[in-house]
């Protein structure tokens, strides 16, 4: 007699999320460069159950800008306007191929991405960015993370350039006891559920390590509450070697998520003297979710 042996069920490490992340918001652009992004969203749809929204958005420059001598005509401006209709039919078809398989959504619109994606976000629980090249980017085709994470009001989730696969099974808290820390931790509450490994990490100065640790305390005890078995790190040293520490914890942990308040400080203020926010986008090495 046979016995047939049925393999057990595979447990869904992200069904956690799945309650509270229900809709996933991306901005889809033809280039190949921007696959990664589109390739990450539709991967965390699936493993989510969520609904993929598709944005592909690009506008025409204003003409005063490119042409100041006013010697463009309306021929111009027509094939221009063509060029961008093109682009935007290029990319539905990029993200249906891609989402083929996922619940999605597609809406295209002639406007700036990032102001498209921030008024769009009201209707969506996470948005994916980044996931292409850092190099200079056309501000009237692409979206800047950075004002993403200012403007949106939603959780963004920032890929490396070359994208990947989320596994979240480790991941690093990047703690400061401020709004936009407490922003993110809450925010990334549904993932932080499926993490088997959690650490909460804070870099100080040597002279606060003392009153900081009654901090870490109170939230682990508050992870806990939620089911998150989470450990807390401080670190002694100054705020301007804060990334590269995180970074550094993160590959002793093997770990693939930071999660990170963005903006404490206003972004003029991050680009002149520096900051979290702005390093961990400057170099992106594994995925960051960020909330302000």
């Known amino acids: ?8 069920p595979v447990r869904n490490r992200f069904r956690p999320a799945q309650g509270a992340w229900r809709s996933i918001l991306t901005h889809v652009q033809p280039e190949t460069d921007a696959q990664p992004r589109l390739a990450v969203a539709v991967d965390l749809a699936r493993k989510l159950d969520a609904t993929l929204i598709g944005l592909g958005a690009e506008m025409l420059p204003p003409l005063g800008a490119s042409d100041p001598y006013g010697m463009l005509g309306g021929e111009f401006v027509s094939a221009m306007l063509d060029v961008i209709q093109t682009n935007l039919v290029h990319a539905q078809a990029g993200f249906q191929k891609a989402a083929a398989g996922v619940r999605g959504q597609w809406m295209s619109v002639q406007d700036l991405p990032e102001r498209a994606i921030s008024r769009l976000s009201r209707g969506a629980d996470l948005i994916v960015a980044g996931g292409s090249p850092l190099k200079a980017h056309d501000s009237y085709r692409w979206c800047d993370p ?18 990947g696969t989320l596994g979240a099974e480790a991941v690093v808290v990047a703690w400061k006891d401020s709004r936009e820390a407490r922003r993110a931790l809450a925010d990334a509450l549904p993932i932080l559920k499926c993490a ?43 705020p301007t070697v804060a990334a ?49």
């Open 1 to 8: 007699m046979t016995t047939l042996v049925q393999d057990a």
């Open 244 to 292: 590269d520490t995180l970074q550094f914890q993160a590959k002793s942990l093997g770990a693939d998520l930071i999660v990170s308040g963005g903006y404490g400080h206003s972004r003029l203020g991050e680009w002149v003297m520096g900051g979290v926010t702005a390093d961990l986008l400057a170099d992106p090495q594994r995925f960051v979710l960020f909330s302000h």
């Open 196 to 238: 088997e490994d959690v650490l909460l990490v804070e870099i100080c100065a040597k002279e606060d390590v003392e009153d900081t640790a009654p901090h870490h305390a109170s939230v682990l005890e508050h992870l806990e509450r939620h089911g998150i078995k989470a450990r807390s790190k401080i670190v002694p040293g100054h």
């Open 146 to 163: 950075g004002q993403l994470i200012l403007n949106s009001g939603r959780p963004v989730l920032v890929a490396p350039p070359a994208g």
